[in-house]
C-alpha cells in the first residue's frame, strides 16, 4: 500500500460525528510527521464521500481554507449535518467531538 492509501484507509474509520486532526491521521498512518502530506493526500482525494475527508481538521479545531470540495462553508455544513458541535470562534470543539481513534 502507498501512502496516500495508507492514509485514506486511516479516514476512511474516522465514525460519523467525530473528527481527527491532521496530525493524529499522520500518526496514526504511521509517520508523525506526514501532516502535510495528509493534507496533500485529502486534497486530491480520488472517491469523495467514501473517503471523508471533511471530518479531518487543523489541531486547533481549525476547517480548511481551502477544502477542494466546496470550501471552509461546505466542510463546516458537512460536519454540522452529522452532529459535530462548533464553538463560538468557528472551531470545532474537540474535548467533544475528536476521535479517539479506536476502530469500531
Do not use: I, P, Q
Given at each position: 500500500?502507498?501512502?496516500f492509501e495508507i492514509i485514506y484507509s486511516v479516514v476512511r474509520k474516522i465514525p460519523r460525528g467525530k473528527v481527527a486532526t491532521y496530525g493524529q491521521i499522520a500518526l496514526l498512518s504511521g509517520n508523525p510527521?506526514?501532516?502535510r502530506v495528509v493534507g496533500y493526500?485529502?486534497?486530491v482525494n480520488p472517491a469523495f464521500g467514501e473517503i471523508p475527508c471533511h471530518r479531518v481538521v487543523k489541531r486547533?479545531?481549525?476547517l480548511a481554507e481551502a477544502f477542494r470540495f466546496g470550501g471552509e462553508n461546505v466542510q463546516r455544513s458537512m460536519l454540522?449535518?452529522?452532529?459535530?458541535i462548533f464553538r463560538p470562534d468557528g472551531t470545532?470543539?474537540?474535548e467533544k467531538c475528536l476521535w479517539d481513534g479506536k476502530y469500531e
Open positions: 500500500m502507498n501512502t510527521r506526514w501532516s493526500a485529502l486534497h486547533n479545531g481549525g454540522e449535518e452529522e452532529g459535530v470545532v470543539d474537540l
